[in-house]
């Protein structure tokens, strides 16, 4: 049974810019959620994918965005990148039915914005 | 979202056990209580959860009292590797998880 997986692990990029950031969910989970972590901070929930469909977001502007593939997998866009952007950004696959809701992280990317 | 409460650190020594107590005081009748670990640079471990009955795993037992207002992860022989923020989260089906301050745990050598 394959874990959560992240990529890139690390990305600097700068004001203004784009990015895109990848997770690969564990084997049979259906769905995905975005977390935001701030240094010295809690993660912060920014959104939850199922079946390729938004399924509910935290306080996040619109320029965060997502997709969920076919295979479980997701993406996060964060556009017009902000300075208050840096953070490591996770992401957590569960199952849609599992009654507990038990989530599973991957390590994390840490995105830096100069 | 339940509210949470637990102290802010704790500190304990290797090969005790160690007692992290959770004030979840709002939760609803169909919450499960999680309980996750941060250790330094890395994502959230899972570490237990529990529904009204008291729940072992290999590492750690989770106490729930008998209102649900309050918890309690056991760590029965805290080794270096447990030093991590220790997070309580009541959660139900596919919910966001709401993170608090933790509780930092440092274990002595």
């Known amino acids: 049974e394959t874990g959560v997986t992240q990529s890139p692990t690390h990305l600097i990029k700068t004001r203004g810019q784009q990015v895109t950031l990848r997770c690969s969910s564990q084997s049979g989970h259906n769905t995905v959620s975005w977390y935001q972590q701030a240094l010295g901070q809690g993660p912060q929930f920014i959104f939850q994918y199922y079946r390729e469909e938004e399924n509910g977001r935290g306080n996040f502007p619109p320029r965060f965005s997502g997709l969920q593939f076919p295979n479980y997998s997701s993406e996060l866009n964060v556009n017009a990148l902000e300075l208050d952007d840096s953070a490591l950004y996770l992401c957590a696959s569960s199952l849609e039915s599992a009654i507990s809701g038990t989530q599973y992280f991957g390590p994390g990317t840490r995105l830096l914005v100069l | ?109």
């Open chain 2, 1 to 109: 979202d339940a509210k949470t409460t637990q102290p802010n650190s704790m500190e304990s020594n290797e090969e005790e056990p160690v007692h992290l107590p959770c004030n979840h005081s709002t939760i609803s009748g169909t919450d499960y209580i999680h309980w996750y670990r941060q250790l330094p640079s890395q994502g959230p471990e899972y570490v237990i959860h529990g529904l009204t009955s008291n729940v072992n795993n290999r590492m750690a037992s989770l106490a729930i009292a008998e209102d649900r207002k309050s918890s309690t992860l056991i760590l029965h022989r805290a080794t270096l590797r447990d030093a991590a923020v220790y997070y309580c989260i009541p959660l139900q089906g596919a919910q966001k998880l709401v993170f608090g301050q933790g509780t930092r745990l440092t274990i002595n050598p």
